[in-house]
């Protein structure tokens, strides 16, 4: 089984996007013991779907990434991808000045912290400029948020950046599209692990959220691994459903 992994912040509050530095600490020292490989996120999609290896990902660009997860991964030699919002780069998560429910505002790494993860063999992905829910807006501005930010990233850290994570996992074949313009990979919030045939633009991951208690992520390759992510994705289509009737979304 192929799986990208979604971090964001590692932190003890407690919070939807927050897995505790103990449980984030079990997981990276079980992965580098070796039962499943870590890969960058472009070896991930060139191996064989047989083989058990998962891509790490980090979403949004905290500063906790670099005090608490980069020397983790840099004493383990373990790949990562971080993706960056790049008006904020700097600045902290209040995307469009609003807090979203239960999410704690934490600072963002700046350009020169950014620079310093790359030297430590940390890949920047791009999480568009502004982090909006693409699949409503315009279609020029959904080029904007996906061309521009990949060229202020260029441009501040001397690399392109070759993957993208729509924010809040939104997107449209359309959005997909106008991503495979300017990148190689494109990740969701699709809870799933990676098929064959899936679109490069499109991959799924799997939120730590769902495994941020002790043995979760390490229960890898069995009944209950699998019975969890079924029991999870049921649950959260149960959500959208429901969403999608009250008219929510
Ligand atoms: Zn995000």
């Given at each position: 089984m192929r799986a990208i992994l979604t971090y964001h912040s590692i932190d003890?509050?407690?919070?939807?996007?927050s897995v505790s530095p103990a449980i984030f600490g079990a997981q990276i020292r079980w992965l580098a013991e070796g039962p499943v490989r870590v890969l960058s996120l472009e070896d991930l999609v060139g191996v064989s779907p047989e083989e058990d290896a998962v891509a790490l990902t980090f979403d949004d660009g905290f500063v906790n990434f670099e005090t608490v997860a980069a020397p983790l991964l840099g004493q383990y030699g373990l790949p990562a991808t971080l993706f960056v919002v790049v008006n904020y780069v700097g600045k902290?998560?209040?995307?469009?000045g609003k807090k979203g429910p239960g999410i704690p505002v934490l600072p963002l790494l700046d350009w020169a912290a950014l620079g310093r993860c790359i030297d430590s063999g940390v890949a920047i992905g791009c999480h568009t400029?502004?982090?909006?829910?693409?699949?409503?807006?315009p279609g020029n501005s959904v080029r904007k948020e996906l061309v521009d930010s990949a060229a202020v990233i260029a441009r501040e850290t001397g690399r392109s950046p070759r993957s993208v994570a729509y924010p809040y996992g939104a997107h449209t074949p359309e959005v997909a599209r106008m991503a495979r313009e300017t990148y190689r990979l494109g990740v969701t919030t699709d809870l799933r692990p990676v098929d064959s045939d899936d679109d490069p633009l499109r991959l799924p991951r799997l939120d730590m959220y769902y495994f941020r208690a002790h043995g979760r992520l390490e229960s890898w390759g069995t009944r209950r691994f699998d019975g969890r992510l079924w029991l999870r994705r049921q649950a959260r289509r149960l959500r959208q459903t429901l969403a999608a009737r009250g008219g929510t979304r």
């Open positions: 003890d509050s407690g919070s939807p996007i902290n998560n209040l995307w469009n400029l502004n982090h909006p829910n693409l699949c409503q807006l």
